[in-house]
């Protein structure tokens, strides 16, 4: 199974701060790398697919990056919604894996 | 829209067995797998596997395998999932999830309000 590990677990940041959560595959996935947010007591929501691509709806200060086992989360300016926990998530091979999460919390 | 439509909670005794329901509607049903994922109180994702609701096949972790059984009544829009002999490590709320296809593999668009399990004697 394709292990996935994010960095922080987590992380205390502020209104308007840009925040980047970094996520490692244990083996090469290509792009094949998607990034969910969860609110607390909610059903996790998709935010970007591909690796890169913003899922429809979701807001522009949401961006991915990366390729083969190194991949970023990034917010530009947070608000006061975003405080959550992300996972990341490998499509790669059965079985999809996810990562343990970053919880973002207000500082 | 979209929308996928799990049963309630519940509350079984371990050995027991649980279904779950996943009414969806807004969409073709047959032309999206689905899938199950499920999270432990304070805990990350974990995927349990999924059903074409096309054909009814299906391809379960291995960490299920022997336990879980995914289904489908094409006729009212609906996957189910039942998990059996069930202990106290399978208290979780249990989701299921729409899956759409990119040119990197699968993403999960679309996921139900959860099912919570709770396992107690």
């Known amino acids: 199974d394709i292990q996935m590990t994010q960095s922080p677990s987590s992380l205390s940041a502020s209104v308007g701060d840009r925040v980047t959560i970094t996520c490692r595959a244990s083996?090469?996935?290509?792009?094949?790398l998607n990034w969910y947010q969860q609110i607390p007591g909610k059903a996790p929501k998709l935010l970007i697919y591909?690796?890169?691509s913003l899922q429809s709806g979701v807001p522009s200060r949401f961006s991915g990056s990366g390729s083969g086992t190194d991949f970023t989360l990034t917010i530009s300016s947070l608000q006061p919604e975003d405080f959550a926990t992300y996972y990341c998530?490998?499509?790669?091979?059965?079985?999809?894996?996810f990562g343990q999460g970053t919880r973002l919390e207000i500082k | 829209q979209v929308q996928l439509v799990q049963s309630g909670a519940e509350v079984k005794k371990p050995g027991a067995s649980v279904h779950v329901s996943c009414k969806a509607s807004?969409?073709?049903?047959?032309?999206?797998?689905m899938h199950w994922v499920r999270q432990a109180p304070g805990q990350g994702l974990e995927w349990m596997g999924w059903?074409?609701?096309?054909?009814?096949?299906?391809n379960y972790a291995q960490k299920f395998q022997g336990r879980v059984t995914m289904t489908r009544d094409t006729s009212i829009s609906t996957a189910y999932m039942e998990l059996s002999s069930l202990r106290s490590d399978d208290t979780a709320v249990y989701y299921c999830?729409?899956?759409?296809?990119?040119?990197?593999?699968?993403?999960?668009?679309?996921w139900g309000q959860g099912t919570l399990v709770t396992v107690s004697s």
């Open positions: 999830a729409r899956v759409v296809y990119s040119n990197y593999g699968e993403n999960l668009d679309y």
């Open positions: 807004g969409y073709n049903f047959t032309g999206y797998y």
């Open positions: 059903i074409n609701p096309n054909s009814g096949g299906t």
């Open positions: 083996q090469s996935i290509s792009s094949h």
């Open positions: 591909a690796a890169s």
């Open positions: 998530q490998q499509s790669y091979s059965t079985p999809i894996t």
